[in-house]
């Protein structure tokens, strides 16, 4: 998911106008050598004027300059495709084309929005969509899976961070847009589309046959590992997730005995991303002061700073975060911001590295068409760029099973006859089992299948022990410095 920051600012491009202006006069003429102005219009109700000055005596590019050269070779393709391809393509056709090559050529994040892109966009960002619940990028002109939503048809069929999708219903994606594909995984929920993927490990492709569904994104869950012991997972970024968290984190402390949590583990494994404004949130939730993100680009809309606000709801909870290589974006500044503050030790592997920043900028020709555009790079608050870096893990914790080794059956004292009692008044009580409720099976079902939320706990628990032995050992120093009282 990328991230965006609706500037309500338009953008204007003077290649652009130049191209409207041909096309208004007919791409077959040849582009005049003298120099001309080109008019366009502003935000708000005035305009300004560019000079634009083509200059065929010195073709070096300077400043301001657009390369002849470069428009004739446009313009000559353009007209060749009309005159000669196959079947007959219209200018309109052709042009938007020609926008969604310039886009598509600057980065994998950059794009044209036609009118359902902005649809769905939207839906993306509210929660609700429709298809089969992953976030994909372009890899060597196949689609990369970056990762699988939690709860959604491709989570639940396995698909994996890092597949590569070779084909769609056994048609081949090489050579398909990324819109296209995307729009071939989506449809009517119920319907099935069968997905051939390349996996590192697996000697052929595999076959995975899926159902779309409506996606209803739960951005924010939590539940109790162990008593004192809280478990949140974001799974993406959206609009609300800041509010959501604070809400969660409330709830899970109010389940505590004596309204106290021992340790967090927040679970950015597998998301996306999303919107920025969340990503600041929930990272706000955890520290009281400093700066959160910032970035960084060409335009002053552009270069943005976040601060933390004084209010501190997880009241310095011992944090674990968990990142692996399918968190990107918002998740990287959240995982970035927290251990740049040593608010939390970071475990699990090198997240995505996707450290660049989405805005989202309307046409005025068409209000209903714009540009999903790259304006920044984001850092965090020690200076770093996370693009095509990563956040590296503080302990590196590869995924694995926990797999108990089968004991030979032990006797104890207590299963011994005439047995002496210890005097604890609950020893009725202490050797029966206590039969275990559905969710505390859950959650050890859980821990034993997922390694990296197990060593999570584990090291919260340490942290926790670590904690209540120097409260101890502080309370010793102070009671050694007090004055002995003597007798009078």
């Not at 998911?1 to 006069?25: G, Q, W």
Request: net charge negative; aromatic share 4%.
């Amino acid at each position: 998911m990328n991230l965006n920051l609706n500037l309500n600012r338009l953008f204007k491009a003077s290649s652009l106008a130049l191209a409207t202006s041909l096309a208004l006069t007919g791409w077959a003429d040849s582009v005049s050598e003298e120099p001309q102005a080109l008019e366009i219009p502003a935000s708000g109700n005035a305009s300004q004027s560019v000079q634009v000055e083509l200059d065929a005596e010195h073709p070096k590019e300077q400043k301001g300059r657009l390369p002849l050269d470069e428009l004739r070779t446009f313009t000559e393709v353009m007209e060749r495709i009309k005159k000669a391809y196959v079947e007959e393509v219209d200018d309109k056709t052709l042009l938007e084309n020609a926008i969604q090559g310039m886009l598509s050529g600057l980065d994998p994040h950059s794009a044209y929005l036609k009118p359902d892109d902005f649809k769905e966009l939207e839906e993306n960002t509210s929660g609700e969509f429709g298809g089969l619940g992953i976030e994909v990028g372009m890899e060597d002109g196949f689609i990369k899976v970056v990762s699988p939503i939690d709860d959604t048809p491709a989570s639940k069929a396995g698909i994996q961070a890092g597949d590569l999708i070779i084909k769609l219903d056994d048609i081949s994606v090489k050579g398909m847009s990324l819109g296209d594909s995307v729009d071939k995984m989506r449809g009517k929920a119920g319907t099935p589309i069968k997905l051939t993927i390349v996996r590192e490990g697996e000697e052929k492709p595999l076959d995975v046959s899926l159902e779309r569904a409506v996606i209803k994104v739960q951005s924010v869950k939590a539940k109790t590992l162990e008593p004192g012991y809280g478990y949140i997972r974001v799974s993406q970024f959206q609009a609300d997730t800041g509010k959501e968290l604070v809400d969660t984190l409330n709830e899970l402390k109010k389940k505590q005995k004596g309204d106290k949590l021992h340790g967090l583990v927040l679970d950015l494994r597998n998301n996306p991303g999303g919107v920025l404004q969340a990503a600041v949130g929930v990272t706000d939730a955890f520290i009281s002061e400093g700066l959160i993100v910032y970035t960084e680009g060409r335009i002053p809309n552009s270069e943005l700073r976040f601060n933390a606000t004084a209010d501190d709801p997880s009241q310095g909870v011992p944090l674990v975060v968990l990142i692996n290589g399918g968190s990107a974006s918002a998740s990287e500044i959240v995982a970035g911001a927290l251990q740049d503050h040593k608010r939390a030790v970071l475990m699990g592997t090198e997240s995505f590295g996707k450290g660049s920043v989405q805005t989202v900028l309307p046409l005025s020709v068409d209000s209903e068409k714009g540009l999903k555009l790259t304006t920044a790079l984001y850092y965090t608050p020690n200076g770093r760029s996370i693009q095509a870096e990563g956040i590296k893990p503080d302990i590196v914790v590869h995924r694995a099973k926990v797999t108990p080794i089968d004991a030979p059956q032990q006797y104890k004292e207590a299963d011994l006859q005439r047995h002496l009692s210890n005097g604890n008044k609950d020893e009725a009580s202490s050797g029966k089992k206590v039969n275990s409720s559905k969710a505390e099976k859950e959650v050890a079902e859980l821990l034993a299948q997922d390694y990296q939320l197990n060593q999570a706990l584990n090291v919260l628990k340490g942290m926790h022990i670590n904690a209540v032995t120097a409260g101890k050992v502080d309370e010793k120093k102070t009671a050694a410095l007090k004055p002995m009282k003597t007798a009078p």
